[in-house]
């Protein structure tokens, strides 16, 4: 599943939408490679974000059904989960929600967290 698509139908599901301003690039470029850094190079953690991906997609189809019980469960379970991933994790994910996933830079931050989504095809 593409990691900005995730991110994007988790955060609609499970956050209120407000108005943010727009991240600099550059900084999320930087800290998505320093949260991949991170995350790979510990195993708990590699598997705390495996089991984010795989809610993430669990979402998504309770979304399509709309069960929003159920949605709303998942998405319980995956804040439980970002507590282990650190607050710089949660970060790149608010900021990912204001990133055009079909810019230029949506299409390079991709490819930056496109090691992560690698790890959990084991």
């Not at 970060?91 to 996933?101: G, I, S």
Request: hydrophobic fraction near 40%; include cysteine.
């Amino acid at each position: 599943m593409n990691w900005l698509l995730f991110l994007g139908l988790f955060l609609v599901s499970s956050t209120p939408l407000f108005a943010l301003a727009q991240p600099d690039p550059a900084k999320v470029k930087a800290d998505a490679q320093k949260v991949v850094s991170v995350i790979n190079g510990d195993k708990a953690k590699t598997q705390a974000f495996c089991e984010i991906n795989d809610l993430g997609e669990q979402i998504g189809e309770a979304n399509q059904k709309e069960d929003h019980e159920k949605a709303e469960a998942l998405s319980q379970q995956v804040t439980e989960l970002e507590k282990k991933l650190g607050p710089e994790y949660i970060a790149l994910v608010n900021d990912l929600n204001n990133v055009d996933p079909n810019s230029p830079e949506g299409r390079e931050i991709d490819s930056i967290l496109a090691p992560l989504e690698d790890s959990c095809e084991d």
